[in-house]
Every structure is written in structure tokens, then in C-alpha cells.
């Protein structure tokens, strides 16, 4: 029954680490950099949700629904201001204007809320599930962040499928230029791209902080560095690359604190990325890049 | 509308389209890689429903002219106007949407998606969708949906290609790709097509296939083809205007009859003879 518990909180923690993921993947793909500060917008969308229901009163469904407008606005403010300038320049250079932004979006949020951590108060109104006589208690957040998983996961899969713009996403995402020429707004693109990845944060950003209730500046930089991981584990600019790699990611941590050391639990995290791009540099499901002799 | 430039008397227009404006001219085009001059002085006029053949040795500027005319490379010197309208100032996308598509030397398809997905990119084109508008598009989307891919499939059929249209473009034959990319810069619905080397690795009967299906889609879609080509007796047969480049420089315009029997023309295929 220990062995199911840490299973399913794996999975609930993996959840949260996918969802994430999605955020750095999908910006990988289509403006091929990556967005080190993605994990502040999960920060921010937390603060925002915290600020509604503490400070404004508001009803749980509407303090989420500002976190994911206020970290939209946010992610395509940061793609317009910092990354659209360096479109042309080389990835190292977008590379630290991001770990740029992270630490700006730090700051700013310690400069406005303080270091001191504040209590998140779940949105999630219910207990847990106790199941099999109280051996097996499932929290209704960890309920909650698998099917919120789940529905996101499905909704992306069908948006990039089917919609006109899901399928300039994934012309973008193969060949920029050809796309342009096929009158394709690339800019556009990459914008929506950057407005889905950090709506996608806002709510993880919620679903995180309801299960681990302590929010303060440096809250998403953790599980973003982590998810961050996720994506390359599964590899990166895959959907589904950063879905198995999220659940795998969460179960491999959940695992490892149990039944080894909740010191160690990182460095075996990060061991499992390494030993993973030994044998399969591309990530999992990663996409065989063909070199061009 | 007055003309940018008198026609130069070997005009590359035929007859029937001298009563029109072309539809794509350039006049003294020219650009500069750092310092060193790649193409320069193009001046050119391409009429309504002409197709035109862009020849030169290797390393003459042909893609380059190509790649200024879809304002991938920004040129240094001179004018594009096509259909009236200059293009300067625009960006990629802007030009295509004005009417100019391409297809590409060595193929270049979104091998990931289906055959049917590839041309409904380039349909793309005529839907302006705004931020507000993709997150909104799921009403009503079944229907443009189902209009999109009636449109894409007639777009694969007139190429023969419908029956691939659920595979992934990549895994189509050398061939099939090739049409597959010219049936992608059509569903964008340009007023010109640019092919660049269309016909390069065919073999004789998929050359007079490709010859046959260039007619087709002039005579279809009543649009101009600008075409760039080493293989001569393609050009020759096909086009109704060549324009030969050398050294970034316009050496010859005019018919293939013209072409065929001009001097430079031979010295810049066939080298000088030596002087005794």
C-alpha cells in the first residue's frame, strides 16, 4: 500500500512537473531557446492567485482565471521585450537575457511581497480520499493536478492537431523560413506559443503551491529547473516527450525520498537525466536530428 | 499606373500580356554581401500569365534573385513591384500574402506533417486570424475545417497526390515531394510562382510530367511562373521569356529562339574561344 501511495503522489507531483514541461517545450520547439524564466511565471501565477483569494475575497475560479491572464500578459510581455529583440542574435545571447529575466521576475516579486514565505491556501475545498480502510489516502489536489494533467494534455494534443494555428505552430516549429514564405506571421506564432506555455504555468504554479503550500520568490525556480529536466528527459520540443518525461521525473523523485534519501532525492533525480542523455542523447521520445553533411 | 521602367524592347513579355501591367517587375536590383557585389543592375518584367525561365551558370545569383524577390534578403540597390506595389519595407510573410510563392531548391516540406497538412499551411494565407480569434476559432470550426480540407484535397488531386494525403510529406518519394512542395506555394493562391530547379533529379518522363503540370497551373490558375533551371530543353520548350544571369549581371533577355543563338549567352555557358 506504501508502494501505491508513493505511486500516486508520484504521479500528482509528475503532473505538475508535465505541465510545466509543456511550457519549456513548446517554446523550445518553435523559437528553438529556452525560457529559463518560465519558472517565475509559475511564481507569478501563484502570487496572483494567492493576492485574489486573500486580499480581494475572490472566488477560487476567478483568482486562477487572473493568475492565467496576468501571467498571458506576462509571458508575451517578456517574449516581446527580451527575446523578440534577439531573434536574430545568437542563442547564447537569449540564452542569459532569460536567466536575465528570471532573476528580474525574483526581484520584483521579493520587492513586492517580501522574502517571507506565505501560506497558500489550497484551492482545492476538499480533504483527501481515504480508500481500503484508511491505508490508502489520496488528497483531492493531487486528484485534482492529474486530471488537470490530463485535460490539458488531451487539449493541446487536439489544438496543435487540428486548429490553423496549432498547425502554424508545428510548420514553425520544422522549418521557420518556409513557413514565413508560406505567409505564416512567425512572430505571431511564437507569441500564442509563449501566451498557451505561461497560462499553462499560471495554473501550475496553483496546482504546485496547493499541494506544497509555501510560496515566496524562489518558489518556481525549483520545480522549473526540475521540469526544465522533464523536457530534456523526455525530450525536448516533444508533447508527449514532456509528459512521460514530467510523470517519470515525478515518480523518480517521489520514489527516491521514500525509499532512499530525502537529501539525496535531487542528485538521484538529476543522476537519472544524466545516465539518460548518456544513452539517448535525445531524450526518450526526442526526434533524431539529421545532420546536414 | 504608370510603369516603373519603359519595357526594354526584348521585352520578356509575350505578346498576349502587352496590353497588361506586368505582374512582377525589378528595376536595377542589385545586392551587396559585405562589400562583395553578388547581384547587381537586374531589371526585369514579368507578364500576367507568362512563364519565364531564370537560367546562368553555377554562381550566378539565381536563388539570390529569388530569395530578394520574396524579401528573404533585403536588397541593397533597386525596386521589386509586384502586381503594382512595391514589396520594399515589407516583411516575408507580408510578401506572400501579396501574391509571390516559392518552392525551394533542395525540398523543403514540414516532413513531420500529413501530405494534407502541409497544403493546408499554405492556405493559411487567406484566414487573418488574430490572438482573440484562434481562441475563439473553436465555433464554427468544423466548418472552415471541412472547407479547408475540400480545398487542400483539390489542390493534391490536380497533382496527383490525394491519395497520399494522410501520410507524412516526408515519406513520400523524391517525386511526389517535389510536386507536393509546388502544391503547397499554390494553396497560398499567388499571382507568381517561383520554382527553383523544379525539375533537378528527375528523370525524362517525371521532367515532361513536371513541363506538362507547369502548363496546367498557368493555364488553371492564370498566374505566372518564374522559374529557375539547368536542364535546357525544359527551358527552352517551357518558357515564353529566359533571362540569363552571369556573374550577378543580366547578360541576355528574351525569347528562346533569341537566347539560344546570342553570343554571351554561349561564352557565358561554353567559356571564350581562343583567340590565335
Not at chain 1, 79 to 101: D, F, M, N, Q, W
Not at chain 2, 172 to 194: C, D, S, V, W
Amino acid at each position: 500500500m506504501n508502494l501505491l501511495t508513493n505511486l500516486i503522489n508520484g504521479i500528482g507531483l509528475g503532473s505538475v512537473y508535465a505541465i510545466i514541461a509543456l511550457g519549456y517545450t513548446m517554446v523550445y520547439g518553435i523559437a528553438k531557446m529556452l525560457n529559463f524564466a518560465h519558472g517565475d511565471v509559475i511564481m507569478v501565477g501563484a502570487y496572483m492567485c494567492f493576492c485574489a483569494t486573500t486580499y480581494l475575497n475572490l472566488p477560487v475560479p476567478a483568482a486562477i482565471l487572473i493568475a492565467m491572464v496576468v501571467c498571458t500578459v506576462l509571458g508575451v510581455l517578456i517574449e516581446g521585450l527580451a527575446y523578440k529583440p534577439l531573434r536574430r542574435a545568437g542563442s547564447l545571447a537569449v540564452l542569459i537575457t532569460a536567466i536575465g529575466v528570471s532573476y528580474f521576475l525574483q526581484n520584483m516579486a521579493l520587492l513586492i511581497w517580501g522574502s517571507a514565505p506565505k501560506t497558500f491556501t489550497s484551492v482545492v475545498p476538499f480533504g483527501a480520499v481515504s480508500l481500503f480502510g484508511g491505508e490508502l489516502i489520496i488528497s483531492w489536489e493531487t486528484i485534482i493536478t492529474v486530471l488537470a494533467n490530463i485535460v490539458i494534455m488531451i487539449g493541446l494534443a487536439l489544438f496543435t492537431k487540428m486548429s490553423r494555428t496549432g498547425k502554424a505552430m508545428r510548420a514553425v516549429s520544422e522549418d521557420k523560413d518556409a513557413a514565413e514564405l508560406m505567409g505564416i506571421n512567425v512572430n505571431k506564432t511564437i507569441s500564442i506559443t509563449f501566451a498557451i506555455g505561461s497560462a499553462l504555468a499560471a495554473i501550475a504554479g496553483v496546482l504546485l503551491c496547493s499541494s506544497y503550500p509555501v510560496l515566496m520568490p524562489t518558489t518556481g525556480s525549483m520545480p522549473g529547473i526540475k521540469a526544465f529536466t522533464a523536457a530534456v528527459f523526455g525530450g525536448i520540443g516533444s508533447i508527449p516527450g514532456a509528459m512521460l518525461g514530467g510523470l517519470l521525473l515525478g515518480i523518480i523523485e517521489i520514489f527516491a525520498k521514500s525509499y532512499i534519501s530525502t537529501q539525496l532525492s535531487d542528485a538521484i533525480v538529476f543522476g537519472v537525466l544524466i545516465v539518460v542523455l548518456l544513452v539517448k542523447p535525445t531524450g526518450l521520445l526526442g526526434k533524431k536530428i539529421a545532420e546536414k553533411v | 499606373m504608370t510603369k516603373m521602367v519603359p519595357l526594354p524592347s526584348k521585352s520578356i513579355v509575350p505578346e498576349r500580356d502587352a496590353e497588361h501591367e506586368p505582374i512582377l517587375e525589378t528595376h536595377r536590383l542589385g545586392i551587396d554581401f559585405g562589400g562583395l557585389t553578388a547581384v547587381d543592375e537586374v531589371t526585369l518584367a514579368i507578364g500576367r500569365t507568362e512563364i519565364s525561365g531564370l537560367i546562368g551558370p553555377n554562381g550566378a545569383g539565381k536563388t539570390t534573385v529569388f530569395n530578394m524577390l520574396t524579401n528573404v534578403y533585403k536588397p541593397t540597390r533597386g525596386d521589386i513591384m509586384l502586381d503594382g506595389k512595391p514589396t520594399q519595407g515589407k516583411s516575408v510573410a507580408q510578401v506572400s500574402r501579396m501574391g509571390i510563392a516559392r518552392t525551394f531548391q533542395n525540398i523543403r516540406l514540414f516532413d513531420q506533417m500529413s501530405v494534407l497538412d502541409n497544403v493546408k499551411v499554405g492556405l493559411h494565407n487567406d484566414i487573418h486570424q488574430s490572438l482573440l480569434a484562434s481562441v475563439t476559432h473553436a465555433f464554427g470550426f468544423r466548418k472552415s475545417e471541412k472547407e479547408a480540407n475540400e480545398r487542400a484535397l483539390e489542390f493534391l488531386s490536380f497533382f496527383n497526390l490525394d491519395k497520399f494525403a494522410y501520410q507524412k510529406a516526408g515519406s513520400l518519394p523524391y517525386g511526389e515531394q517535389r510536386r507536393l512542395e509546388i502544391a503547397r506555394a499554390l494553396a497560398t493562391e499567388p499571382k507568381i510562382i517561383l520554382l527553383d530547379e523544379p525539375a533537378a533529379g528527375m528523370n525524362p518522363s517525371e521532367t515532361a510530367e513536371l513541363m506538362e503540370n507547369i502548363r496546367k497551373i498557368r493555364d488553371k490558375y492564370r498566374i505566372a511562373v518564374l522559374l529557375i533551371e539547368h536542364d535546357m530543353s525544359l527551358v527552352m520548350n517551357l518558357c515564353e521569356g529566359i533571362c540569363v544571369l552571369d556573374h550577378g549581371k543580366v547578360i541576355a533577355k528574351g525569347t528562346p529562339d533569341e537566347i539560344k543563338s546570342n553570343p554571351k549567352v554561349i561564352e557565358a555557358y561554353l567559356g571564350k574561344k581562343k583567340e590565335k
